[in-house]
């Protein structure tokens, strides 16, 4: 593994001509985001969580693009992506996948959970309203953005069930929201672990430079490579103490993480333990709380 990285550079990072990503530092609910221009249009990923980050990374687009601002495409529902959408104009219509949209709707917008978990938010936290997508698609389409092709796709349920990921190919550059995690342990209370695996691999077969992860800094396929190495790890762990008859939560402290056991939140191997239970019952749709997740 890597050296890992407690301190990493924030704001928009240029990774290359017409890519950017824009980086926070990757505690709870503070995630990443991004933006891609072409010749004659630019389009935002995800839009963060409360309104003084986005108002700040809406800043930081204005300085960087004199383009207009036509889509903004959310990787995949979670608040901590999709809360700031209330601060981008209504008229720059949002675009996610079909199963994305669903979700968001379905799971609704506990506040108070929030306020909870982040309480130096709190006053941010409050009569908010969840802006949905505008445009959906199923399985994949392309943005021209001035003779530019952004590739949206959505690869099934990994970390959410409507995850999308984004890959510019002239730039070999690869948004992947939540699908990696660089140096913070991976959030897996509304993942399909299994399904994350599979789609981690296949999307490593595409030529990637640079990765956007959804927390931590910006990365190349390593970072997505040792995403997919703790997601391994814990399902192999995990099945061992599940076969033994092992409860949960007592498998989750006697795994050990080795290299992992530094990267921010390392005790999120817990819902990943009781999430692979699941799984491993048969039941890969059977959502981890977020209390029982202790926060997400």
């Not at 309104?51 to 693009?65: D, E, H």
């Amino acid at each position: 593994m890597r050296k890992v990285l407690t301190k990493w550079k924030t704001g928009l990072v240029k990774v290359a001509p017409g890519c950017w990503a824009y980086i926070q530092g990757g505690g709870l609910n503070v995630s990443n985001a991004g933006l891609i221009a072409g010749a004659d249009a630019a389009l935002a990923v995800d839009a963060l969580y409360v309104r003084p980050m986005t108002q700040a990374f809406r800043r930081a687009i204005a300085k960087a693009v004199k383009k207009p601002l036509r889509h903004i495409v959310c990787t995949h529902h979670h608040a901590d992506h999709t809360l700031g959408l209330a601060w981008f104009p209504k008229e720059i219509p949002v675009i996610a996948s079909e199963t994305m949209r669903a979700h968001m709707i379905a799971s609704g917008l506990d506040l108070a959970h929030f306020r909870k978990v982040n309480p130096e938010f709190a006053k941010e936290l409050r009569g908010l309203k969840q802006r949905f997508p505008d445009t959906t698609y199923e399985k994949a389409m392309t943005l021209h953005l001035g003779g530019r092709a952004v590739q949206l796709r959505h690869p099934g349920h990994a970390h959410s069930p409507g995850d999308t990921i984004l890959y510019v190919p002239d730039a070999q550059v690869l948004y992947t929201g939540d699908i990696c995690f660089n140096f913070v342990t991976p959030a897996t209370f509304n993942a399909d672990i299994g399904g994350w695996i599979r789609i981690a691999r296949d999307l490593l077969k595409l030529k990637i430079r640079h990765i956007i992860p959804g927390h931590g800094p910006v990365t190349d396929r390593r970072g997505l490579e040792e995403t997919l190495g703790y997601l391994e790890k814990i399902r192999r762990e995990a099945r061992k103490r599940f076969q033994a008859g092992m409860p949960a939560r007592r498998a989750a402290k006697e795994i050990p993480l080795g290299g992992y056991a530094d990267w921010m939140k390392p005790d999120r191997v817990e819902q990943a333990v009781l999430k692979l239970y699941n799984e491993f019952r048969g039941k890969a749709g059977e959502t981890i709380s977020l209390d029982q997740a202790r926060g997400g």
